[in-house]
């Protein structure tokens, strides 16, 4: 079956734009993740939801970012007034569940420059 | 808090050696473990994961992992390296009632001809 997948698969733009970031997660799994990926480093929690609901936003940097899942299905990160050290890798990830213990599936990502 | 410490961020075998990429937590309640490979242009994959049950947890691709609560560990070993075995490597923990996965920093695994 399809698996996640993120669009675009690569984003440059202008610091001080804003950005979209789109995941489609595998259907019928009801927890969606996003992470960041910075050269070198592994991938960090940035949120997560349960449904349609954030349970925990508790890794986002600060209030530009911004991510919503409507419907519980399609989830999209939003970056506002982007800055330099936005450019990153960003992942999303889709389980069946969102208890510890359930595998988290991941998209390729999309790679965000800030110039 | 959780965390998440590779010792090694690049390890270089020969093909045929055996690989052993080392992988330490800490967490303040029984782990969730996942060791997950990245190829270079992929996405992140799962190789394997230890929650509860057989310490011993065998995964794809012949690899396999071993948690050592005594040690606080979950080194991930493969006995016999192949130049497609080459990639990114990824040891994470997840805390149990979210799911959220904390990261280790990665170890690049090299395979030499």
């Known amino acids: 079956g399809a698996g996640v997948s993120q669009t675009p698969s690569n984003k440059v733009t202008e610091k001080g734009k804003y950005v979209e970031l789109r995941c489609d997660p595998i259907?019928?799994?009801?927890?969606l993740y996003w992470y960041r990926q910075s050269l070198g480093q592994g991938p960090e929690f940035l949120i997560y939801?349960?449904?349609?609901?954030?349970?925990?936003d508790s890794g986002l940097p600060n209030d530009r970012f911004f991510a919503v899942r409507p419907e519980g299905s399609v989830s999209t990160l939003k970056i506002q007034r982007t800055e330099r050290g936005d450019s990153a890798v960003y992942l999303c990830?889709?389980?069946?569940?969102?208890?510890?213990?359930?595998?988290?599936?991941f998209g390729p990502g999309t790679r965000l420059t800030v110039l | 808090a959780q965390s998440v410490t590779q010792l090694g961020s690049h390890v270089s075998v020969s093909e045929g050696a055996l690989v052993l990429l080392r992988c330490n937590y800490s967490?303040?309640?029984?782990?969730?473990l996942f060791w997950y490979v990245q190829y270079p242009n992929q996405g992140l994959q799962l190789l394997l994961k230890?929650?509860?049950?057989?310490?011993l947890v065998k995964g794809i691709n012949g690899f396999e992992a071993e948690f050592k609560k005594s040690e606080t560990s979950f080194h991930l070993t493969k006995p016999s390296a192949h130049m497609s075995d080459a990639a990114e490597y990824f040891c994470?923990?997840?805390?149990?009632?979210?799911?959220?996965?904390?990261f280790g920093q990665g170890t690049t695994l090299q395979v030499k001809p």
């Open positions: 994470a923990v997840s805390l149990g009632n979210t799911g959220k996965l904390i």
């Open positions: 967490s303040s309640v029984p782990p969730y």
């Open positions: 990830a889709s389980s069946l569940g969102a208890w510890g213990t359930d595998t988290q599936y």
């Open positions: 259907s019928g799994h009801t927890a």
């Open positions: 230890y929650t509860t049950g057989a310490t």
């Open positions: 939801f349960q449904g349609t609901g954030a349970a925990d």
